[in-house]
């Protein structure tokens, strides 16, 4: 029988906008969100909030017990690490990897990844990862990737560069020989549009939107952002400018 467990990682550590998951959103913590819209998840059993052991997070593991979340700490940079303990520690089979800055989640995008990814691996194909990051089409914050925890396992066991610690599934991605891996896209494109928390104009939009369609911890669905910001055009400019940090990329 399977287990599926969503582990956020989330730290107080933040180089363009510190504290950021603990900033407020409708009475609530950017972190709280994010967990509430992956126990939102269909068919997700727990949801997990890997945090570093450094003392400035005992406030985010404080806060993810306080939203019904379990609570792994691990090494700071070693994220890789702290997702094998996580994953260890719930009993998790199948593992959706989920960031602390993306508060604008959507639990329907995931569910319906995560009924494909079990579909598949029930019918006996061998599907490894799953990503809507690899071949972007959903606007970013949107972001899940879904793999086995053998898949986690042999990472930690095999992918020692400091970038494959830090960043999780680089090791997947990068070897498809290795690894049966798929993107999983949309047919409209709005890879350009970006819904994920990493600076203060990002916190300006996410601020505005919450504003408008936040009441408390209701999770509003990815639909109605959508809508909100066709009425507002404007506000897409408020981080239209902002580059993402690069990551590792993709095997050719």
């Not at 199948?94 to 602390?100: A, D, F, G, H, P």
Request: glycine share 4%; charged share 20%.
């Amino acid at each position: 029988m399977n287990r599926t467990v969503a582990i956020i990682q989330a730290r107080m550590g933040s180089t363009r906008l510190p504290g950021k998951v603990l900033l407020p959103l409708c009475g609530h913590s950017v972190l709280a969100h994010v967990i509430t819209r992956a126990l939102a998840v269909p068919e997700v059993d727990a949801v997990v909030v890997a945090t570093s052991t450094l003392a400035a997070d005992d406030a985010v593991a404080a806060e993810a017990a306080r939203y019904r979340a379990m609570v792994c700490r691990g090494p700071e940079d070693d994220v890789l690490e702290r997702y094998r303990l996580a994953a260890a520690e719930a009993a998790a089979d199948t593992v959706i990897r989920i960031t602390s800055d993306c508060p604008l989640l959507d639990p329907a995008v995931v569910g319906v990844m995560l009924t494909h990814f079990l579909q598949q691996r029930g019918a006996g194909r061998a599907l490894d990862y799953l990503s809507n990051g690899l071949q972007r089409s959903f606007p970013r914050g949107l972001d899940a990737e879904i793999f086995t925890r053998a898949v986690l396992e042999r990472c930690a066991r095999e992918a020692w560069e400091p970038h494959m610690r830090e960043h999780v599934t680089p090791y997947v991605y990068q070897h498809p020989d290795r690894f049966r891996i798929e993107a999983w896209t949309q047919p409209l494109d709005q890879s350009a549009q970006r819904w994920t928390l990493d600076t203060p104009e990002d916190w300006a939009l996410i601020s505005a939107i919450f504003g408008a369609l936040g009441d408390g911890l209701n999770v509003f669905p990815s639909t109605s952002v959508h809508a909100l910001l066709d009425a507002h055009p404007d506000w897409r400019a408020l981080n239209a400018h902002i580059e993402q940090k690069p990551l590792p990329a993709a095997a050719a």
